[in-house]
């Protein structure tokens, strides 16, 4: 028999979903495991990787049952060649991209998993809409859209997308307006609300109220989960959880959403990976315990002596790393130090249907987090961590703005002074520059008088003696030499000033 070394299917162009196979699962459809299941073989299988391989194997099984079936008397014969034929034509030939189910449920995956062949056309017929056609006779089918394998990573992280964004706020005061409490919690959300619902607060008095307000992006509800304990409302502190809108109606599992893997997980083709890598965050580590008593009323408990009588009880079975109850909640929960949560959980199920944590004697459910729940609680974690170092970093930039503020006044100080200081030097230089220049005068004056008088001397001298004349002339010189006499001693003194 002839073999097509590439099938008419991968011949021809299939359109691409870029989305991948996961996406065309039937919306409404709730996956069980099983179904869950056999839509990863088949994503597996008839991927864009591995079809080849898959209808290479198929060929080789079909050759395999044709050699079986084919009797002695016809092999190298004209009728065995009509039967090779006969066979290639039908439907569900290889050539033509179809692929047995029983095949696929030989696989040792599918066996692990236990699917089976009928399983495999159930989920393919009815589950993924417009992925695989079944042939004519029920038992093969084949692929007529082409799609790439979804990746671990993402499988992992479509496990625990956040799906709701509602909250319960409770401890809310009975005679609260209440737009004035929405607007309250729009500004601290910096979101606005989409919806509300007010109700009575159950497990307190009539003094209080609760509130469910839904957002449209779930962060918004982590920012406010991570305010919860600092969150008061005209002097009251409320409490805050996440929840469902009471209006909200039940709806199914989303495609792929089953429970967050535990252990390492290997898909053929892809590395393998634990949970954890993935998803950034430890898991199933995470206990929920609760209804608790009211914290708040005069019950006697309190949320410290809780927390403490539930790290004392949960120690005796795993360690713990750590116990949180807040004060005003009903629910608290446990952080255990090895990935012991669900196995904790359903043995404290079995042996009493939860932990007693001496209230009373009741016994307190407990659920191990998974999911988007799990990862609910460490985005908190995380968003308080980012609060709290905001908080820090600004107390550190109003410290430094201090700082830099006393420093800029200390230099405008001393540039006042340094300014004040070369005033005084100018105003000196100048003073001392105007009493140069009038000594200078001073000596020039003193220079002219004097040589003058040494003239009038000469020409007394060259004069005859006698008469009036001569001795008014000597009266003059001596009044002159007086004046010299004088301005003499004021330059001098000038010049001593200076």
Request: glycine share 6%; net charge positive; aromatic share 6%.
């Given at each position: 028999m002839q073999v097509l070394s590439t099938p008419q299917c991968l011949q021809r162009e299939l359109p691409f979903v870029p989305e991948g196979l996961w996406s065309l699962v039937i919306d409404g459809v709730s996956l069980p495991p099983l179904h869950y299941?056999?839509?990863?073989?088949?994503?597996?299988?008839?991927?864009?990787?591995?079809?080849?391989?898959?209808?290479?194997?198929?060929?080789?099984?079909?050759?395999?049952?044709?050699?079986?079936?084919?009797?002695?008397?016809l092999e190298n014969s004209a009728g065995s060649m009509d039967m090779d034929a006969e066979l290639e034509s039908q439907p569900n030939s290889t050539a033509l991209g179809f692929v047995p189910a029983s095949l696929i449920a030989s696989f040792k995956t599918a066996k692990k998993e236990g699917v089976t062949d009928k399983l495999i056309l159930t989920v393919a017929k009815h589950c993924l809409r417009g992925a695989f056609e079944i042939s004519n006779d029920g038992t093969c089918l084949r692929r007529i859209v082409a799609f790439d394998q979804r990746n671990v990573v993402d499988m992992i992280k479509s496990t625990v997308v956040l799906s709701q964004s509602c909250l319960l706020i409770r401890g809310i005061p009975h005679d609260a307006v209440q737009l004035d409490f929405l607007s309250f919690v729009a500004d601290k959300a910096e979101s606005a609300i989409t919806r509300h619902l007010f109700d009575s607060d159950s497990g307190r008095s009539d003094e209080f109220k609760s509130c469910y307000i839904q957002f449209a992006d779930p962060t918004v509800m982590v920012k406010l989960l991570a305010l919860a304990s600092a969150l008061t409302y005209e002097d009251v502190t409320l409490s805050i959880e996440s929840s469902c809108f009471p209006t909200t109606p039940t709806t199914t599992t989303p495609a792929g959403m089953a429970s967050a893997p535990t252990t390492t997980i290997?898909?053929?083709?892809?590395?393998?990976?634990?949970?954890?890598?993935?998803?950034?965050?430890?898991?199933?580590?995470?206990?929920?315990?609760?209804?608790?008593?009211?914290?708040?009323?005069?019950?006697?408990?309190?949320?410290?002596?809780?927390?403490?009588?539930?790290?004392?009880?949960?120690?005796?079975?795993?360690?713990?790393?750590?116990?949180?109850?807040?004060?005003?909640?009903?629910?608290?929960?446990?952080?255990?130090?090895?990935?012991?949560?669900?196995?904790?959980?359903?043995?404290?199920?079995?042996?009493?249907?939860?932990?007693?944590?001496?209230?009373?004697?009741?016994?307190?459910?407990?659920?191990?987090?998974?999911?988007?729940?799990?990862?609910?609680?460490?985005?908190?974690?995380?968003?308080?961590q980012k609060q709290l170092f905001a908080s820090d970093a600004m107390i550190a930039i109003t410290a430094s703005r201090a700082v830099k503020t006393r420093r800029n006044q200390a230099l405008k100080h001393q540039a006042s002074i340094s300014a004040a200081a070369a005033s005084k030097r100018r105003a000196q230089q100048q003073q001392a520059k105007k009493s140069a220049a009038k000594a200078s005068v001073a000596k020039a004056v003193l220079k002219g008088s004097k040589r003058l008088m040494e003239e009038d001397e000469d020409t007394v001298m060259g004069e005859t003696a006698g008469g009036a004349r001569m001795s008014r002339r000597i009266a003059d010189m001596k009044r002159k030499k007086v004046k010299v006499d004088a301005l003499e001693d004021l330059v001098q003194g000038l010049s001593a000033f200076q």
């Amino acid at each position: 028999m002839q073999v097509l070394s590439t099938p008419q299917c991968l011949q021809r162009e299939l359109p691409f979903v870029p989305e991948g196979l996961w996406s065309l699962v039937i919306d409404g459809v709730s996956l069980p495991p099983l179904h869950y299941a056999t839509v990863k073989i088949l994503d597996m299988y008839f991927s864009n990787k591995e079809v080849r391989s898959l209808l290479a194997t198929a060929d080789r099984e079909l050759t395999k049952a044709k050699t079986k079936s084919k009797p002695k008397n016809l092999e190298n014969s004209a009728g065995s060649m009509d039967m090779d034929a006969e066979l290639e034509s039908q439907p569900n030939s290889t050539a033509l991209g179809f692929v047995p189910a029983s095949l696929i449920a030989s696989f040792k995956t599918a066996k692990k998993e236990g699917v089976t062949d009928k399983l495999i056309l159930t989920v393919a017929k009815h589950c993924l809409r417009g992925a695989f056609e079944i042939s004519n006779d029920g038992t093969c089918l084949r692929r007529i859209v082409a799609f790439d394998q979804r990746n671990v990573v993402d499988m992992i992280k479509s496990t625990v997308v956040l799906s709701q964004s509602c909250l319960l706020i409770r401890g809310i005061p009975h005679d609260a307006v209440q737009l004035d409490f929405l607007s309250f919690v729009a500004d601290k959300a910096e979101s606005a609300i989409t919806r509300h619902l007010f109700d009575s607060d159950s497990g307190r008095s009539d003094e209080f109220k609760s509130c469910y307000i839904q957002f449209a992006d779930p962060t918004v509800m982590v920012k406010l989960l991570a305010l919860a304990s600092a969150l008061t409302y005209e002097d009251v502190t409320l409490s805050i959880e996440s929840s469902c809108f009471p209006t909200t109606p039940t709806t199914t599992t989303p495609a792929g959403m089953a429970s967050a893997p535990t252990t390492t997980i290997k898909e053929k083709g892809q590395i393998a990976i634990h949970p954890s890598e993935a998803l950034g965050y430890p898991v199933n580590r995470l206990l929920k315990f609760g209804p608790l008593p009211d914290t708040s009323a005069s019950t006697g408990f309190t949320a410290s002596s809780l927390t403490a009588a539930a790290r004392t009880a949960f120690e005796r079975v795993a360690p713990v790393a750590d116990c949180v109850v807040r004060p005003g909640d009903l629910f608290g929960y446990v952080r255990f130090r090895k990935a012991v949560a669900r196995e904790v959980a359903g043995m404290l199920v079995k042996q009493g249907g939860g932990i007693d944590l001496g209230t009373d004697g009741e016994i307190v459910r407990v659920v191990a987090l998974e999911g988007e729940e799990e990862r609910l609680y460490h985005d908190v974690a995380k968003e308080k961590q980012k609060q709290l170092f905001a908080s820090d970093a600004m107390i550190a930039i109003t410290a430094s703005r201090a700082v830099k503020t006393r420093r800029n006044q200390a230099l405008k100080h001393q540039a006042s002074i340094s300014a004040a200081a070369a005033s005084k030097r100018r105003a000196q230089q100048q003073q001392a520059k105007k009493s140069a220049a009038k000594a200078s005068v001073a000596k020039a004056v003193l220079k002219g008088s004097k040589r003058l008088m040494e003239e009038d001397e000469d020409t007394v001298m060259g004069e005859t003696a006698g008469g009036a004349r001569m001795s008014r002339r000597i009266a003059d010189m001596k009044r002159k030499k007086v004046k010299v006499d004088a301005l003499e001693d004021l330059v001098q003194g000038l010049s001593a000033f200076q």
